[in-house]
């Protein structure tokens, strides 16, 4: 699949970095009873890379160059996110890149309260 507003798009082969939906890496090998908070843990974002936790970067092997976060703000300044029990939610970029460190203090999420965050880790609760 290829977001509709990534310029790279699929090749019908392996494609590097222009891959659309980058995984949360925290949840590799994770069972869901590993996972203490499954509607607030991403699993996908639109972005690109394969790999993210929401602050770095991860390229399996090669691709092209693409640079930047994986997370983009290709919708609305926002990206659209699945979570664990398999919903999904736009959000502001900024509340979902953590390479921003600001999505923790911001008011709209309750100030990082469990109700309203957002968690890349499999244990957040
Ligand atoms: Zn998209």
Redesign the pocket.
Known sequence: MT????ASKWTGQYMGNGF??PMNSYLEFANLSDIKAPAQCVTNV?GWYYWSNGANNYESTGGNPLGGPSV?K??NEG??AVHVDGHAKWYRYQNIWRGNATWQNDPEWGGGSAANSIYWTRDAT
Do not use: A, D, M, V
Request: net charge positive; hydrophobic share 10%.
């Open positions: 977001c509709p507003s990534n659309s939906y639109c983009k290709w919708h990206t659209n």
